[in-house]
């Protein structure tokens, strides 16, 4: 019995997100959710040490790696259309829901069992979790397009903030805090920086 599963997964890195905006480095669907998986355990972690919550860091992170893997089926759908109503918001999310159960299907039921939860997507506050997550990977690319002198992208940047903003997660706001400067500087700066914990907090850019 063949599983086709796992071979349709790696076609992740053949969807480009932001399609409808001019890119000085194309983002792939693989890239956007190996940083959103990583966020979100930043995230969790945060929230365990900092602010006495009881996240799964584990379960965190497998939802944010298949948060968005119906788009192998759906293609990534942009943000102004995706969002333009709640008619056409309420119909792509069935037809998210529907791509993740034809996932999930291409898997035997022995393993199906281990996979549908993340397929299907988090609920309760690792949803709002790994919805930051995505919001600060989207608001990093804004950045680097910034960066790289392209303004196509400064709204994006602003409605991600606002985004994260009203999701008012304090794990975010942290992040954004003490995290988010340090994707502004050059490798050289990286490099040369002092241990955390040395100097003053930077703002957010």
């Known amino acids: 019995m063949a599983i086709h599963f796992y071979a349709l997964l790696s076609r992740m890195k053949y969807i480009l997100r932001w399609g409808l905006m001019r890119q000085s480095r194309p983002e792939n669907l693989s890239e956007h959710t190996a940083e959103t998986a990583v966020l979100a355990h930043a995230l969790a972690v945060i929230g365990n040490r900092r602010l006495g919550r009881r996240y799964d860091e584990g379960q965190a992170v497998l939802y944010a790696l298949y948060h968005d893997c119906s788009e192998i089926i759906t293609g990534d759908l942009p943000t102004p259309i995706k969002y333009e109503n ?18 999930g299907r291409l898997l035997p039921p022995d393993l199906r069992e281990a996979y549908q939860p993340y397929l299907e997507g988090p609920q309760g506050e690792l949803a709002r979790l790994v919805k930051a997550a ?18 196509e992208f400064l709204r994006a940047k602003e409605a991600s903030l606002a985004s994260l903003a009203a999701l008012g997660l304090p794990e975010a706001e942290i992040f954004l805090q003490e995290c988010l400067p340090s994707y502004g500087l050059s490798l050289d700066e990286l490099k040369e920086a002092p241990p955390a914990g040395e100097g003053a907090p930077h703002s957010i850019p």
């Open 134 to 151: 995505d919001k600060l990977s989207a608001l990093i690319k804004c950045m680097e397009e910034e960066a790289a002198g392209n303004r």
């Open 86 to 103: 709640d008619s056409i918001r309420t119909a792509y999310k069935a037809v998210e829901q529907k791509a993740a159960r034809r996932l």
